[in-house]
C-alpha cells in the first residue's frame, strides 16, 4: 500500500456513490473538523466500537464545526456486500452520519480511499483539519479520551490560508505526537 497521505492538501474520497446522502464534496467541508469513519458491515470493531463513537460523534457536535462521514471500504466478502445490504445494516444500526461506498478498483481486492490512504484494515479513522489536510489516521479502536482532547485542539485551531501544514500535533519538546499519546 501506499504512505498515507498526512498533511497534505489532498483530503478526497474516491467513492462509488452516496448510500444515505447527496454527494458531498471535499469543498463543502472546508473550514470544518472532518472524521472519517472507514468500516465494513461484517467487522466485529467495526460494528462494537468504531461506528458507536462515529455516531456519539455525530450527535455531539455541531455539523457546522466537525462532520462525521461513513466509508464502507469493502476488501473482503465482496459478494455480499453490496448496496442493498448496507442499506439495511445502516437502518438497522441507525447510523445517521453520511456514508459513501469506496470505489471499488479493477483486478484489485483493496479499493479506492482505501488505497490512496494507505489504511492497514477497518475500522480506521480518518482526521481532517478545517484547512482540509488530512492530520490522523488511525487503524483499530481508538481511545475516546485522546480522541476527543485531539479533535478539541483541532477544533480550536485558527482557520488561516498561511497556517502551515503538518501531519501530527506537537509535544512541548517538539515531538510529532498522534491523538492515541505516542510522541515520535
Known amino acids: 500500500m501506499s504512505e498515507p497521505l498526512l498533511g497534505a492538501d489532498a483530503f478526497a474520497l474516491d467513492v462509488s456513490e452516496w448510500v444515505n446522502s447527496a454527494p458531498i464534496s471535499p ?3 472546508r473550514g470544518r473538523v472532518v472524521v472519517v469513519e472507514a468500516f465494513q458491515m461484517l467487522c466485529p470493531g467495526c460494528v462494537s466500537h468504531g461506528l ?10 455541531d455539523s457546522r464545526e466537525l462532520v462525521v462521514l461513513g466509508l464502507h471500504t469493502v476488501f473482503e466478502h465482496h459478494a455480499v456486500m453490496g448496496r442493498e445490504a448496507l442499506e439495511v445494516f445502516l437502518s438497522e444500526y441507525r447510523i445517521e452520519f453520511p456514508v459513501a461506498i469506496d470505489r471499488p478498483l479493477d483486478g484489485q481486492a483493496i479499493p479506492a480511499t482505501m488505497h490512496r490512504y494507505g489504511l492497514r484494515g ?5 482526521i481532517v483539519d478545517r484547512e482540509g489536510r488530512v492530520r490522523q489516521i488511525a487503524f483499530g479502536a481508538v481511545d475516546e ?24 500535533s506537537m509535544s512541548e519538546a517538539g515531538e510529532a505526537c498522534s491523538f492515541d499519546g505516542v510522541c515520535i
Do not use: D, K, N
Open 52 to 61: 458507536p463513537l462515529a455516531q456519539r460523534l455525530h450527535g455531539m457536535f
Open 27 to 29: 469543498e463543502s467541508l
Open 122 to 126: 477497518t475500522p480506521s479513522t480518518i
Open 145 to 168: 479520551l485522546a480522541l476527543g482532547t485531539y479533535l478539541g485542539r483541532l477544533l480550536a485551531e485558527p482557520t488561516t490560508p498561511s497556517m502551515p501544514s503538518v501531519s501530527a
